[in-house]
């Protein structure tokens, strides 16, 4: 099983930026599928993004779609996530995860994944 560990978040202003990373240990990054979930205080956790193993095909929650891009580079074993344009609505702790199976069936469900990060807090002031 893979080890992810997440890194980038912070406090940041409504319209600032940051870059989070996942890093993979245990198994190489280029076996699997991998997304980013986020989770606000008295909410359910919900995704965000997701890309192919390979890179070629990427998924995005509407509420961020044309703010973030995800990306890889399995040479580096590392997932990104480019936040642009935050929103104090973007506040909530970020998790990465991996999953085995085919991106393609429900990208967005966080039940069809198999590892997940610790999280790393994002905070967006206004």
């Known amino acids: 099983q893979v080890q992810l560990v997440e890194s980038g978040g912070g406090l940041v202003q409504a319209g600032g930026s940051l870059r989070l990373s996942c890093a993979a240990s245990?198994?190489?990054?280029?076996?699997?599928?991998m997304g980013w979930f986020r989770q606000a205080p008295g909410k359910e956790r919900e995704f965000v993004a997701a890309i192919s193993w390979g890179g070629a095909n990427t998924y995005y929650a509407d509420s961020v779609k044309g703010r973030f891009t995800i990306s890889r580079d399995n040479t580096k074993n590392t997932v990104y996530l480019q936040m642009n344009s935050l929103e104090p609505e973007d506040t909530a702790v970020y998790y990465c995860a991996a999953r085995a199976s085919d991106l393609g069936y429900r990208y967005y469900d966080s039940g069809r994944y198999d590892s997940w990060g610790q999280g790393t807090q994002v905070t967006v002031s206004s």
């Open positions: 245990g198994r190489t990054l280029s076996s699997y599928n």
